[in-house]
């Protein structure tokens, strides 16, 4: 079954790329239905509108609290059919009444083999620990920060020259493939949650 994705992101939206690519060639299964950004400037605003998807800027600045910026984009979020809501380098922390309030799951990817390295900067976290191996996460998100079950991860070797740039770039690649095959895993229903695992059925 084709499933409908919303994406929130808040910058580049190199990842939102990503998984549109992975739409049109076939690989996922998947629509993506509605961007929602809080930066009315966000590169991944205007590369939906391009394609032709449902792109809206909510701003926090319009709002008293973030309770209030979280219920917009909840009920955006609830005007279009969407079965998983997909954090693609949104730079906010989502509170818990967004994740208590969500009606379907939310699923984010970050630049680091979690629980390592959460938060901004990780690949500069993980050169400045010295880390032989870094990588990126796909999870689900909970109440906490990049602390939600792990549903895959891709690692990549930390080279002895690295800048963040370049850690950053190699990462980048994996993210790409990582992002679209979770989601798909989600489309075929063939995650199961049991507590902090996330098994995937048939492997
Ligand atoms: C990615 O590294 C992602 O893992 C992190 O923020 C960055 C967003 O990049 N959460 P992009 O906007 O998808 O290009």
Same mark, same amino acid.
């Given at each position: 079954?084709? /499933?409908?994705?919303?994406?929130l992101?808040?910058?580049?939206?190199?990842?939102?790329?990503?998984?549109?690519r992975?739409t049109?060639?076939g @690989?996922?299964?998947?629509?993506?239905?509605?961007?929602?950004?809080?930066?009315? =400037?966000?590169?991944?605003l205007d590369f939906?509108?391009? +394609?032709?998807i449902?792109?809206?800027? &909510?701003?926090p600045?319009d709002f008293?609290?973030k309770s209030? $910026?979280?219920?917009?984009?909840l #009920?955006q !979020? =609830?005007?279009?059919?969407?079965q998983l !809501?997909?954090?693609? %380098?949104y730079m #906010?922390?989502?509170s818990p009444?967004?994740?208590?309030?969500? @009606? &379907?799951?939310?699923m984010?990817i970050?630049?680091a083999?979690l629980?390592?390295?959460p %938060?901004l900067h990780? *690949?500069k976290?993980?050169?400045? $620990?010295?880390?032989? /191996?870094?990588?990126?996460?796909v999870?689900?998100?909970d109440?906490g920060m990049d602390? %939600?079950a !792990? !549903?895959?991860?891709k690692s990549?070797?930390v080279?002895d =020259?690295d800048t963040e =740039?370049?850690l950053?770039? #190699?990462?980048?690649?994996?993210e790409?493939?990582a992002?679209? *095959?979770?989601?798909?895993l989600?489309a075929?229903? @063939?995650l199961v949650?049991?507590? #902090?695992?996330v @098994?995937i +059925?048939?492997e």
């Amino acid at each position: 079954m084709t /499933i409908n994705l919303a994406v929130l992101a808040s910058g580049r939206g190199s990842n939102l790329q990503a998984i549109v690519r992975a739409t049109e060639e076939g @690989k996922l299964d998947a629509k993506v239905v509605l961007v929602l950004s809080d930066k009315a =400037d966000a590169k991944a605003l205007d590369f939906a509108r391009e +394609k032709g998807i449902a792109a809206v800027h &909510v701003s926090p600045k319009d709002f008293a609290q973030k309770s209030d $910026y979280e219920a917009e984009l909840l #009920r955006q !979020i =609830d005007q279009v059919d969407c079965q998983l !809501i997909c954090l693609a %380098g949104y730079m #906010r922390i989502l509170s818990p009444y967004f994740i208590q309030n969500a @009606k &379907v799951p939310v699923m984010n990817i970050h630049p680091a083999l979690l629980p390592a390295f959460p %938060g901004l900067h990780s *690949q500069k976290q993980a050169l400045d $620990y010295g880390v032989k /191996i870094a990588g990126c996460t796909v999870h689900f998100v909970d109440e906490g920060m990049d602390s %939600g079950a !792990i !549903i895959l991860q891709k690692s990549v070797p930390v080279l002895d =020259d690295d800048t963040e =740039d370049t850690l950053s770039a #190699r990462i980048l690649e994996q993210e790409h493939q990582a992002y679209w *095959q979770a989601i798909q895993l989600f489309a075929e229903n @063939k995650l199961v949650v049991e507590g #902090r695992t996330v @098994k995937i +059925k048939g492997e």
